[in-house]
């Protein structure tokens, strides 16, 4: 009779087997009924020499050793791509350098080691080749891939599930689910939020002034990290709520800022291995900063819904542009998308706000120039409003926000997308990538390329966006993609743009800004971590009024 041992042995090969073809994450469905196997072989033994743990033992390393052959072996599809053994063997290696923050320049460096296909996981490519942006990202290309399963916030079995853009793999229902937030980010409902802009943006600049005006030496000390952070959070409040969050009023009192910002944490490093996410979620003290920034924005969903339907905000336009047969279940609908819109809206439009007056100080030549600019077109003398619907004609200020975004995109790393498991894969050209790869477009080591970004392509020189028919600057734009490119690239692009455009055109008009003496400006590119959006250190400056 054959010993239980080798059919444990066998039914581990068995399970990897599955585990490839089905790479499931629900651990319901995966590591619950494969923990059962040695179990139930013990029990049907009437070998005295077995135990349960011995069965455990040989299931778990077989099934270990299994997978990692194969990984390794030149049987796997993605044998053929260069990459460290690390990476091919298991993501959790992806997930301990996703810990340490700096993702985006490990895979950089990766690239520049093995070319622009370098296989980052077992089952993953990142592809730094501006000729793919189209074919992975674009109309035609591929729908979003595994790291969504892990960004969850909530569990797989969550019946709002399909009600959620940002994490919507079948292309058909995310355009449906998209076609509102197309509606509400142009023409009229953006004119209506610049209404909301200057009103908040005023807030700030009172706030700043006072700040001066009370400081016993007349210097404003800020930490300008904080202050934008709260402003673009408050904005993001009144777009989705109705209501501003009044964080700049009333500071992070009740710690929402704090939870969203250590929500994102372990999302941002177990977006790389989705099962454990899974067990994140089953885990009932495990998340518990995002459990409560998600109970604190229903709560806010609901308090909208009480209210005026009448008023312009981002639901409205919502609402309007929603078909009439999806307005049954509205709570979650606007649970989902008033989440999405702070998370993927606010921290993001703060890095790009901080990263543009950062680099305004460290090169304060551009700093004038750019007052200049502004000058010109909008009196300080005269104190003539700046006119938000002038600024995309501001040649200088839009190559300040392209050349910081390049240098510093908000997403650095991981706009990544998958075809179905099974699938039969795609031929691009000469690359054949398989069916169930995950690929990822890397913005922060496009930005930097050489063939795409020439010279100097570290440096920040927002000059290169203005010099025309000069023959040894490479400026190219198909390689530009700080908000992705395609169905799924930024749904609140419009309205980042006009929140950078004139947040930073107001602070340059009317304050003159320097670096705090004490802070060191070299550690602020080092502080900026990848957390699924950019985490930041302080950014403590001077203000004064420029009237003064
Ligand atoms: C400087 C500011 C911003 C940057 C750099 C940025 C960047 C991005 C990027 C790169 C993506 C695509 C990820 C992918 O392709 O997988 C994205 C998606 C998205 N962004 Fe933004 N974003 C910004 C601001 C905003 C704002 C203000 C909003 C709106 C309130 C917003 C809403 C969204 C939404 C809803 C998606 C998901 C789109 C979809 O799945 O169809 N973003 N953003």
């Known amino acids: ?64 050793t299994s997978i990692l052959t194969y990984r390794i072996s030149p049987f796997h599809p993605l044998a053929q791509y260069p990459g460290p053994l690390l990476c091919k063997i298991s993501k959790l290696w992806t997930a301990y350098i996703a810990y340490r923050g700096k993702l985006h320049h490990y895979h950089r460096m990766l690239h520049f080691q093995y070319g622009p296909i370098v296989r980052v996981g077992p089952n993953e490519l990142s592809i730094c080749d501006k000729d793919f942006i189209s074919h ?11 790291l969504w399963d892990g960004r969850s916030f909530s569990s797989t079995t969550d019946k709002n599930n399909d009600n959620k853009l940002i994490s919507m793999k079948n292309p058909v229902r995310h355009a449906q689910l998209r076609k509102p937030w197309n509606q509400a980010f142009k023409g009229t409902p953006l004119k209506t939020y610049e209404e909301t802009l200057i009103n908040e943006v005023n807030q ?38 109705g209501d501003s969050f ?46 409560q920034f998600a109970a604190f924005a229903m709560q806010q969903a609901q308090r909208r819904l009480a209210q005026d339907v009448q008023k312009h905000d981002f639901f409205y336009f919502m609402l309007n542009a929603l078909e009439s047969d999806s307005r049954n ?52 003398l005269d104190c003539a409003p700046v006119n938000i619907s002038q600024l995309p004609d501001l040649k200088l200020l839009n190559a300040i926000i392209n050349e910081t975004l390049r240098l510093q995109p908000p997403l650095p790393n991981s706009l990544q997308r998958a075809s179905e498991l099974g699938s039969q894969g795609n031929m691009y050209g000469k690359t054949f990538i398989p069916g169930g790869t995950a690929v ?20 920040y020189w927002p000059d290169r966006w203005l010099i025309e028919n000069d023959p040894t600057i490479i400026l190219d734009l198909g390689a530009f993609i ?29 304050f003159d800004i320097t670096f705090d003496p004490a802070f060191q400006p070299e ?4 502080a900026l971590v990848d957390r699924f959006v950019i985490a930041k250190g302080p950014l403590p400056v001077v203000i004064t009024p420029r009237s003064s």
């Not at 992975?136 to 595994?146: N, Q, V």
């Not at 941002?268 to 899974?278: F, K």
């Not at 609140?492 to 009317?510: D, F, H, N, S």
């Open 1 to 64: 009779m054959v010993s239980v041992k080798y059919v444990d042995v066998f039914l581990a090969i068995l399970a990897h087997i599955w585990l490839r073809n089905r790479q499931p994450i629900s651990l319901r469905r995966s590591i619950v009924p494969m923990g059962l196997i040695p179990c139930m072989l013990a029990y049907c033994s009437d070998d005295p020499g077995v135990s349960v743990l011995n069965l455990y033992l040989i299931f778990v390393l077989t099934l270990l």
């Open 136 to 146: 992975i990202l674009g109309p035609t290309g591929l729908p979003k891939g595994p």
């Open 204 to 241: 700030f600049i009172g706030l700043l002034e006072n700040t001066y005006q009370t400081s016993p030496d007349r210097k404003g000390r800020i930490n300008l990290t904080q202050w934008i952070s709260y402003l673009s959070f408050d904005f993001m409040g009144t777009i989705a709520f």
């Open 246 to 291: 009044n964080l700049l009023r009333d500071g992070d009192k009740d710690g929402i800022f704090k939870n969203m910002e250590n929500g994102l944490f372990w999302p941002s490093i177990l977006q790389h291995v989705p099962w454990l996410t899974r067990i994140m979620h089953a885990t009932p003290f495990a998340g518990g900063s995002i459990k």
């Open 329 to 380: 279940d509205l709570i979650p609908f606007i649970f989902n998308n008033s989440v999405l819109a702070i998370v993927a809206g606010s921290d993001t439009t703060a890095t790009a706000l901080c990263n543009i007056i950062y680099y305004l100080l460290r090169y304060p030549s551009y700093f004038k120039r750019l007052r200049q600019e502004i000058d010109e077109v909008f009196s300080f």
């Open 440 to 459: 990822i477009i890397p913005p922060y080591t496009l930005h930097r390329h050489p063939s795409y970004f020439s010279p100097r392509p570290d440096e």
């Open 482 to 510: 700080p908000f992705s490119y395609g169905p799924a690239n930024c749904a609140g692009k419009p309205l980042a743009m006009q929140e950078l455009r004139y947040i930073t055109a107001v602070l340059v008009r009317q």
């Open 523 to 526: 550690s602020w590119e080092d």
